[in-house]
């Protein structure tokens, strides 16, 4: 039995499909996409899947505010840290010095 060939959209000469093009992603869990902007800004939510991509399996990260800056664009220190707030508000996660 031949193996089945997989569906592919027609595309325009300007237009590309994102998988395969990109190396890795960051995970964005439905249920943080769906917390309302009045709890957890836009940028807040980015941040929590880059810190998700940092912990990896086990679960915990402790990057540097400069190297979060990096990751986030080259955003603002204070802009980050007030990510990371907004982030520890909510309770999604933890901070330890």
């Given at each position: 039995m031949p193996a089945k060939e997989k569906k592919r959209?027609?595309?325009?000469?300007d237009?590309?499909?994102p998988y395969g093009y990109f190396k890795s992603f960051y995970k964005l869990p439905r249920e943080?996409?769906?917390i309302p902007t009045?709890?957890?800004s836009e940028g807040?939510?980015?941040l929590f899947s880059v810190l998700v991509g940092m912990a990896?399996?086990?679960g915990t990260a402790y990057p540097k505010i400069e190297t979060l800056c990096a990751a986030m664009?080259?955003?603002d220190r204070r802009t980050v840290e007030?990510?990371?707030r907004e982030l520890k508000n909510i309770g999604l996660i933890r901070s330890k010095f």
């Open positions: 959209a027609a595309l325009e000469s237009e590309y499909n943080i996409s769906g009045q709890l957890l807040g939510k980015v990896g399996d086990y664009g080259g955003r007030r990510w990371l």
